[in-house]
């Protein structure tokens, strides 16, 4: 499946990049692969958000940090990286 990024997403990327936070820069790599591959689970405690983020889902980038995404038919769309939702 492509991935596409919102944005924010990308703001919050390249945050990432600027920051040289080496550990999280691979997180959010294994990440995207792990998404990629299945988009329901894998590393990162996938989570079905509820209430008015329904049909989202999040990926632990550490304690702090949230990976949010959206999975449709044809891509994945990663709305943030930073933050928890």
Request: proline content about 4%.
């Amino acid at each position: 499946m492509e991935i596409a990024f919102t944005p924010q997403a990308i703001e919050d990327l390249e945050f990432w990049n600027k920051s040289g936070n080496k550990i999280i820069q691979k997180r959010i790599q294994a990440l995207m692969v792990s998404i990629q591959a299945t988009p329901y689970e894998g590393i990162g405690k996938p989570e079905a958000l509820k209430h008015n983020l329904s049909g989202k889902w999040s990926r632990r980038i550490n304690h702090e940090h949230r990976l949010l995404y959206v999975v449709n038919d044809t891509e994945i769309t990663i709305l943030a990286l930073r933050f928890h939702y």
